[in-house]
């Protein structure tokens, strides 16, 4: 009987030398339980609470040290007032009507986002027109306009619909095209592989690829068109007696009512929490976070 070494190869002989035991005596526990506190600070709502408790604490402080309302009432006085506009319903009209006004511009301006993306993604005519109409347009500021759409439109909401309109309409179509050109070859291979119609490789392919840069753009949109609506009011005032957020703010500076007009100011800013942190956040989770898009 030959010997085992010259049957085996060496490498598959054991080699006891190269284990150890390790002793795992000394070794503490690994995960533990996360505290109350440490439970509460993962809550991306509790912190944003507890900033939000601390800028208003801060706004009180610095009112009650000045001690003029005129200049900068107290964040308490600002509350009292918001509460007066609400029970009165005066706040909640205008808050109503600068947000039918809000919602019309935005739509429209999606609409014609949509168009301008669908030709540029069509065409190299098209893309090289929303190119040029991009760089020309979107750094014009939308308030700047209003002059313009007084006169063609008239003293009513058309006017301030078509700055609207221009606010939402470049942001939210360079978004979307920059979006559907980053989207990935291996996805637009697989889709043309899967023998996707024109619709289906858009609706399948195209847009949850580039849906990211496109929330992106729906996100500059209303915020441009927020700030534009809220300008525009301001400067156009009410149109057949009735006006939004901007003309209250005018009309009780205007009477010297500087707690009305920071409760108007403090309208606006909730509106913004609500729309970033509640409606465009619950976009996120449905969409681009449980696709494995975000984190």
Do not use: C
């Amino acid at each position: 009987m030959s010997d085992v070494s010259s049957v085996v190869p060496r490498a598959a002989l054991p080699r006891p030398e190269i284990f150890n035991t390790v002793s795992t005596s000394g070794l503490g526990v690994v995960e533990q339980p996360l505290g109350l506190w440490e439970r509460l600070l993962g809550l991306a709502v509790v912190r944003k609470t507890f900033l939000l408790v601390l800028i208003a604490l801060v706004w009180e402080l610095y009112g009650r040290w000045l001690g003029n309302s005129l200049l900068f009432p107290t964040f308490g006085e600002t509350a009292s007032a918001f509460l007066t506009g609400l029970v009165s319903g005066e706040l909640v009209r205008s808050a109503w009507f600068s947000i039918k006004l809000l919602l019309q511009g935005y739509v429209i301006g999606l609409l014609l986002a949509a168009a301008f993306t669908a030709l540029a993604s069509a065409t190299r005519i098209g893309a090289d027109l929303l190119e040029t109409l991009t760089s020309m347009f979107n750094p014009l500021p939308s308030i700047a306009l209003l002059p313009l759409a007084m006169i063609w439109f008239g003293l009513g909401n058309p006017s301030i619909i078509f700055v609207l309109v221009h606010a939402v309409l470049w942001s939210v179509a360079l978004n979307t095209h920059g979006g559907f050109r980053a989207v990935s070859p291996t996805w637009r291979m697989v889709g043309q592989n899967y023998g996707l119609s024109k619709v289906g490789y858009v609706v399948r392919i195209l847009i949850p690829g580039a849906f990211p840069s496109i929330l992106t753009g729906l996100k500059i949109g209303w915020a441009f068109a927020w700030r534009t609506l809220i300008a525009a009011e301001l400067v156009f005032g009410a149109s057949g007696g009735d006006g939004g957020l901007g003309w209250y703010i005018f009309q009780h500076k205007n009477q010297l009512d500087i707690p009305s007009v920071f409760a108007g100011l403090l309208t606006v800013i909730i509106f913004g929490l609500v729309v970033e942190n509640v409606v465009f956040r619950m976009i996120e989770r449905s969409t681009v976070q449980r696709w494995g898009m975000q984190t």
